[in-house]
């Protein structure tokens, strides 16, 4: 397991608080400790999972663009 988030946009802060808010709606009550805890855990697991999965996207578009990009001499317009 990767462990705790050090740094955490907005997005992804209201996105945990969204999970808690949606668990605790969906007990009908407060989460206790260990609940919460579950829950954020699962949150931050889904959030690494999204980043890995971006940073994956990127490379690949980065690397789709390297492969496209090829600088030739333009042709002049009288020969």
């Given at each position: 397991m990767a462990g705790r988030l050090h740094v955490?946009?907005?997005t992804e802060k209201q996105f945990l608080d969204d999970a808690?808010?949606?668990?605790?709606?969906?007990k009908g009550k407060k989460l206790s400790g260990p609940e919460k805890k579950e829950v954020l855990r699962?949150?931050?697991?889904?959030?690494?999972?999204?980043?890995?999965?971006e940073a994956a996207k990127q490379a690949r578009a980065e690397e789709r663009q390297a492969a496209e990009f090829?600088?030739?001499?333009?042709?002049?317009?009288?020969r």
């Amino acid at each position: 397991m990767a462990g705790r988030l050090h740094v955490v946009s907005k997005t992804e802060k209201q996105f945990l608080d969204d999970a808690v808010f949606a668990a605790e709606r969906a007990k009908g009550k407060k989460l206790s400790g260990p609940e919460k805890k579950e829950v954020l855990r699962v949150a931050r697991e889904q959030l690494l999972g999204q980043r890995e999965a971006e940073a994956a996207k990127q490379a690949r578009a980065e690397e789709r663009q390297a492969a496209e990009f090829t600088w030739s001499k333009p042709e002049p317009f009288r020969r």
